[in-house]
Nanobody, 119 residues
Framework: QVQFVESGGGLVQPGGSLRLSCAAS????????MSWYRQAPGKDREWVAL????????SYADSVKGRFTISRDNAKNTVVLQMNSLKPEDTAVYYC????????????WGQGTQVTVSS
């Protein structure tokens, strides 16, 4: 059974930092590309960042480039999103996503964690 435990969300002032963590189980974590997405109220879910299975490649949305860092620990089946210099427009529910790219394409979503950036 695929399970995710997301943590690290909360309320932070503009300019502050948060570290989101997503611990996965129930599948071969190292074989999956891991991504973070976010969804603000009234908006579509948008991609934020990804890291490939071996952790060798990362990619970021322009809106977070230079402020957010994605990383993974395959020994702990965990993906982390370090968020610095947070802005009010970063307020959203953040979701981790696992994508299986070998064989038939498939994916799994985490349950989401709320991030609120406000003074």
């Amino acid at each position: 059974q695929v399970q995710f435990v997301e943590s690290g969300g909360g309320l932070v002032q503009p300019g502050g930092s948060l570290r989101l963590s997503c611990a996965a189980s129930g599948f071969t974590f190292s074989r999956y590309t891991m991504s973070w997405y976010r969804q603000a109220p009234g908006k579509d879910r948008e991609w934020v960042a990804l890291v490939t299975g071996a952790g060798g490649s990362t990619s970021y949305a322009d809106s977070v480039k230079g402020r957010f860092t994605i990383s993974r620990d395959n020994a702990k089946n965990t993906v982390v999103l370090q968020m610095n210099s947070l802005k009010p427009e970063d307020t959203a529910v953040y979701y981790c996503k696992a994508e299986g790219l070998s064989g038939s394409y498939h994916y799994y979503w985490g349950q989401g964690t709320q991030v609120t950036v406000s003074s």
